[in-house]
Nanobody, 117 residues
Framework: QVHLVESGGGLVQAGGSLRLSCAASGSIFSDTVMAWYRQAPGGQFEFVAH???????TYADSVKGRFTISRDAAKNMVYLQMDSLKPEDTALYYC???????????WGQGTQVTVSS
């Protein structure tokens, strides 16, 4: 079992920055994909970014060039640096951990990001 806790959300003006953190605890295996997803009010649940154990990253087109995902394996932490924020980035952001070999999927409770125009 893996427990994920997000933090770092808040209210920011358009053009500003926020850094989300996700602390993972429990039975953490080495081969995992760590990711961030989001859901805007009344909107669809969407992929934001993920990072593999080899640090290879993938981003949604909507955040490419503005967001940066990173992970610290020693601390079991994952981060999402969000720059040049837009009102359309307003959403509840979720941390996700997927074990590569078992397919087990874990989710945090989410952290709210609100970008004012």
């Amino acid at each position: 079992q893996v427990h994920l806790v997000e933090s770092g959300g808040g209210l920011v003006q358009a053009g500003g920055s926020l850094r989300l953190s996700c602390a993972a605890s429990g039975s953490i295996f080495s081969d995992t994909v760590m990711a961030w997803y989001r859901q805007a009010p009344g909107g669809q649940f969407e992929f934001v970014a993920h990072i593999l154990n080899n640090m290879r990253t993938t981003y949604a087109d909507s955040v490419k060039g503005r967001f940066t995902i990173s992970r610290d394996a020693a601390k079991n932490m994952v981060y999402l640096q969000m720059d040049s924020l837009k009102p359309e980035d307003t959403a509840l952001y979720y941390c996700n951990c997927r074990a590569v070999f078992t397919g087990d999927n874990y989710w945090g409770q989410g952290t709210q990001v609100t970008v004012s125009s």
